[in-house]
Every structure is written in C-alpha cells, then in structure tokens.
C-alpha cells in the first residue's frame, strides 16, 4: 500500500481492500484504541540493522566484556557521535492554547559536530569539534579523557590507578635505597615515613603522565621544566 505510517485512514483503506467494507476513520479509530493500539512517533531504525546480531552480543559478547571490566577493575565507556545545528530546537514547552512558544535564537546557520562517552554510572566526556570525524579527532578526545581521569587520581581518588602507582613508587624507592642513588626521594625518605614519599613519587608520576599527554610530548629524563618569565 502507498504508505509507511499506520494511520486510522491507512487502516480504512485496507480494510476496504481486504474485506470489501467501507468504514469511516473513526471507526477505524474505535477498533484500533479497542486493540489496545495507540499513535505514537516510531523509532527509527536502518535497514541494515541485524536484530540476531545486536541479540547476540547482548546476551552473549556484553556480560564477557562485564566480567572482564570487573576482573581489570576497569570502566567501560559507551561512545557516540552527532552533529549539532545552530537552528535545531528540541523539546516541548507548555503554552497557553492557540500560541504556539516562541524560542529566541540568532539567524545565522552554523553547525558542529560532538562526540561523547558516557559510562553506566552516568560519567559523561565530550567533545566539541568542527569538521569531519576521522581517527586524529578520535585520538585527541581519548587523549582528553585520559587527561581527565588522570587528574583525578589524587583529588578525586581512582583507588585502582592509585593503587597501582603507589606500589610502583614503593618498588622506585626500594630499588634506590638498595642502589644508594642520591635524589630527592631519598632525602625526603630521611625526615619522613615510607608511606609518604611513595605517595609524593605516586602524584609526581601522574602529574608526569597528565603533562606528556597535555602536551603531546614523548618522556625525557634530563628535561627541566622552565617557568615563564
């Protein structure tokens, strides 16, 4: 039939065609709500959509990948990607009846694009960029992110990532100590317990990270960081 939306006149039409019955469109209405059919805004889905693959992976391929995130102590980010017109006004707002809500916005049509990640707990990243969407836009917002949960481990407390740095720095000043290689851990160690310095090497190796990815730069021992004038 020459259309895609079941309408009640959509539904009066085939019933005339398959039974010879001519019914108005509200009766057609009457039968449908007598259904227990409604009209509602449909969903939409590509026709390349493969519902025993999507099944699939949710019963089968999902709780893997839970299991393993729990096992690594590990976070999983969901990600997607959209673009975003100047023009574009969503939602609905409640008007007096026969004035229809005016929303004030300039004239000028622009768009960007978005990509974002959030995870199941509701943690949200994104990123605004212009252009297309390629693997350099992909790279620098799992960069960004990085950034953003590295700086976190000392204010906001990842115990996993701390942890992991915490018992690296233990392992760093045991190997010192054995060495006898001077530094300002050692010299820190001398007036102050075990547990702290490692926890002052921990934040000083994340605050590394956190600046070799800000900055997109490979690690150098012997680079000195210069304040500007």
Same mark, same amino acid.
């Given at each position: 039939?020459?259309?895609?939306?079941?309408?009640?006149?959509?539904?009066?039409?085939?019933?005339?065609?398959?039974?010879?019955?001519?019914?108005?469109?509200?009766?057609?209405?009457?039968?449908?709500?007598?259904?227990?059919?409604?009209?509602?805004?449909?969903?939409?889905?590509?026709?390349?959509?493969?519902?025993?693959?999507?099944?699939?992976?949710?019963?089968?391929?999902?709780?893997?990948?839970?299991?393993?995130?729990?096992?690594?102590?590990?976070?999983?980010?969901?990600?997607?990607?959209?673009?975003?017109?100047?023009?574009?006004?969503?939602?609905?707002?409640?008007?007096?009846?026969?004035?229809?809500?005016?929303?004030?916005?300039?004239?000028?049509?622009?768009?960007?694009?978005?990509?974002?990640?959030?995870?199941?707990?509701?943690?949200?990243?994104?990123?605004?960029?212009?252009?297309?969407?390629?693997?350099?836009?992909?790279?620098?917002?799992?960069? !960004?992110?990085?950034? %953003?949960?590295?700086?976190?481990?000392?204010?906001?407390?990842?115990?996993? *990532?701390?942890? +992991? @740095?915490? #018992?690296?720095?233990?392992?760093?000043?045991?190997?010192?100590?054995?060495?006898?290689?001077?530094?300002?851990?050692?010299?820190?160690?001398?007036? !102050?317990?075990?547990? %702290?310095?490692?926890?002052?090497?921990?934040?000083?190796?994340?605050?590394? *990270?956190?600046? +070799? @990815?800000? #900055?997109?730069?490979?690690?150098?021992?012997?680079?000195?960081?210069?304040?500007?004038?």
């Amino acid at each position: 039939m020459p259309f895609y939306l079941w309408t009640r006149e959509c539904v009066a039409s085939l019933i005339e065609r398959e039974y010879g019955v001519t019914v108005s469109s509200t009766t057609a209405g009457r039968y449908l709500k007598a259904w227990g059919m409604s009209a509602q805004k449909p969903v939409r889905r590509a026709y390349e959509r493969n519902d025993a693959a999507i099944a699939r992976w949710l019963n089968e391929d999902y709780p893997r990948f839970m299991k393993e995130a729990k096992e690594e102590k590990a976070t999983i980010h969901w990600g997607d990607e959209m673009g975003l017109r100047s023009d574009h006004v969503s939602g609905k707002s409640f008007a007096p009846m026969g004035q229809t809500p005016v929303v004030r916005a300039t004239g000028k049509r622009f768009g960007c694009n978005m990509i974002s990640a959030i995870t199941n707990r509701g943690a949200l990243a994104f990123m605004v960029f212009e252009g297309k969407f390629n693997n350099a836009v992909f790279i620098d917002f799992l960069k !960004r992110m990085l950034m %953003v949960w590295l700086g976190r481990i000392s204010k906001r407390g990842d115990p996993y *990532v701390r942890t +992991l @740095l915490v #018992h690296g720095a233990r392992a760093v000043l045991s190997h010192l100590r054995r060495k006898n290689q001077p530094g300002w851990s050692l010299r820190l160690a001398q007036r !102050r317990p075990a547990n %702290v310095v490692a926890v002052a090497m921990a934040n000083k190796m994340a605050r590394t *990270v956190w600046a +070799l @990815l800000a #900055h997109d730069r490979a690690y150098d021992r012997d680079y000195v960081s210069v304040k500007p004038a």
